[in-house]
Nanobody, 122 residues
Framework: QVQLVESGGALVQAGGSLRLSCAASGRIFSINAMGWYRQAPGKQRELVAAITSGGSTNYADSVKGRFTISRDNAKNTVYLQMNSLKPEDTAVYYC????????????????WGQGTQVTVSS
């Protein structure tokens, strides 16, 4: 079984910074893409940023230039550095691992973390 555990969510003032971390545990052979999604109250979950095992990145337009995603493949860990935070960044942030290959699991699958709350006050 593969688990994703996020950390780093907090209450921060507008203009501040936070760093989210997500570690995948279990007998993992490989993970293609890892990423961060967020869901604000009353809104759909949306992609914030993603990174492949090769280092290619993708960002939502709303966070470009402010957020940076990075990854440690050896530790199956993904990070999200969030700078210049805005109140509209307030949401539950979910870690995602896509195309995961793990012992005891047939084929590739997707895994989600439980979420971490980020609140930006104005």
């Amino acid at each position: 079984q593969v688990q994703l555990v996020e950390s780093g969510g907090a209450l921060v003032q507008a203009g501040g910074s936070l760093r989210l971390s997500c570690a995948a545990s279990g007998r993992i052979f490989s993970i293609n893409a890892m990423g961060w999604y967020r869901q604000a109250p009353g809104k759909q979950r949306e992609l914030v940023a993603a990174i492949t095992s090769g280092g290619s990145t993708n960002y939502a337009d709303s966070v470009k230039g402010r957020f940076t995603i990075s990854r440690d493949n050896a530790k199956n860990t993904v990070y999200l550095q969030m700078n210049s935070l805005k109140p509209e960044d307030t949401a539950v942030y979910y870690c995602n691992a896509d195309e995961v290959s793990a012992e005891g699991m047939i084929g590739l699958f997707r895994a989600w973390g439980q979420g971490t709350q980020v609140t930006v006050s104005s």
